[in-house]
């Protein structure tokens, strides 16, 4: 899947073995999960009630435009959390209806 970001710089950090939607990905050390989603998809989410496709707004935190969910049935801000190694996210789904 082509990705909404292209990355052009910093390519030499750990790559951290990710999923997304249940799809292997990858993130490297450093990125917020936005960066890894981005990188990705075309997309940070889709939105609980009207299921548009959602990219986050401000990347800053106070939006509320990129809460996504872990497969545990935590809920993270995309802009503001780092990705890590064995993270399972998902942007569709009960996880973000507060399940």
Known sequence: MS???QRLAETNRPRLA???DGEPAEALAGDTVLTALLAHTRRVR????GG???????LMGA??????GLADG????ACTSFAE?????E???????GR
Request: aromatic share 10%; hydrophobic share 45%; charged share 20%.
């Open 46 to 49: 889709i939105a609980e009630f």
């Open 52 to 58: 548009e496709p959602r990219a986050g707004f401000c």
């Open 3 to 5: 990705g909404q970001f």
């Open 18 to 20: 990710i999923t997304i």
């Open 74 to 77: 935590r809920r993270l801000r």
């Open 63 to 68: 939006c509320q435009d990129c809460w996504v």
């Open 91 to 97: 942007t569709t789904g009960m996880t973000l209806r």
């Open 85 to 89: 190694a064995g993270m399972a996210l």
